[in-house]
């Protein structure tokens, strides 16, 4: 059976309970398949990433043969691309704030409809088909995205973590990644160097262990926009990361970068 979340976002978390760590968000009108059910609690594969977890039963509506079909065959290609946008209901006026990444379903011309109701959007909020990735198409956006802060399991305009803002950015230009920085890396294909990056390109970064923990997005050789601490841009060389904010000191370890 098909959920979908009909809030801004919608927390999913590790275990059934609302201390437990938030692995992910999902958007509004994002679909999920539901796995197993508790009295309080369902756990969830989102279609889009096919990240699992436990999400409050509250927070989403069950979908129909019927619904499920409808919104199946609705057009993906209009999406939120400022940070933050209000849609406005046709039913009863009220509003709800969506976030970049968020598709709108059967979109055209600042309207679009889900399960029935109409909703009106700036249309310079949306754009209605991917994005060409180009330096300035890049540069464009992710400016808007600047000094969003961190936040574990987040990725939305008030926090993000590393690999939710790169899964968002790149959504803009018509990429589905994976949710993690750990999973991202197994996409796309290799860059031999800093030397042959081209703009969004996306650079992994190591643990001691060896373990993926981090990913940012190039916007050329020298400068990569990261979310660490909040979203910035600093400096990068083949050895990772170069921080002037923490006294000139490598912060982040290269070990690959990928294009998409």
């Keep these: 059976m098909k959920a979908i979340a009909l809030h801004s976002i919608v927390p999913v978390r590790a275990e059934e309970r609302e201390g437990s760590e938030q692995l992910t968000q999902l958007l509004f009108a994002e679909t999920v398949e539901i796995l197993e059910e508790k009295p309080r609690w369902i756990r969830i594969k989102n279609d889009a990433d096919g990240q699992i977890g436990w999400v409050d039963f509250k927070m989403l509506t069950r979908l129909s043969k019927s619904e499920e079909e409808q919104i199946t065959q609705s057009d993906k290609s209009a999406l939120i691309v400022m940070p933050m946008a209000y ?42 088909k991917p994005l060409a990735l180009t ?15 961190y936040l574990w399991g987040g990725k939305n305009a008030l926090g993000m973590d590393c690999s939710g803002f790169t899964q968002v950015i790149h959504s803009l230009f018509g990429h589905q990644l994976l949710r993690n920085a750990n999973e991202q890396v197994t996409q796309g294909v290799p860059v ?18 060896g373990r993926i923990i981090h990913v940012g997005l190039l916007l050329d050789g020298e400068r990569i926009i990261h979310c660490s601490g909040r979203v910035k841009v600093e400096k990068i060389d083949k050895r990772g990361i170069y921080s002037t904010e923490q006294g000139g000191t490598y912060t982040h370890h290269l070990v690959s970068i990928r294009r998409y």
């Design 87 to 128: 849609a406005v209901s046709e039913n009863n006026g009220q509003t709800i704030p969506l976030t970049a990444g968020t598709y709108l379903p059967n979109y055209q011309d600042g309207r679009f409809e889900l399960l029935g109701v109409g909703f009106r959007i700036d249309p310079s909020m949306v754009t209605n």
């Design 135 to 149: 330096t300035e198409n890049l540069m464009n956006t992710v400016r808007f995205f600047l000094n969003i802060p």
């Design 192 to 209: 031999e160097s800093l030397k042959n990056v081209h703009a969004g390109d996306l650079a992994f970064f190591d643990h001691e262990d």
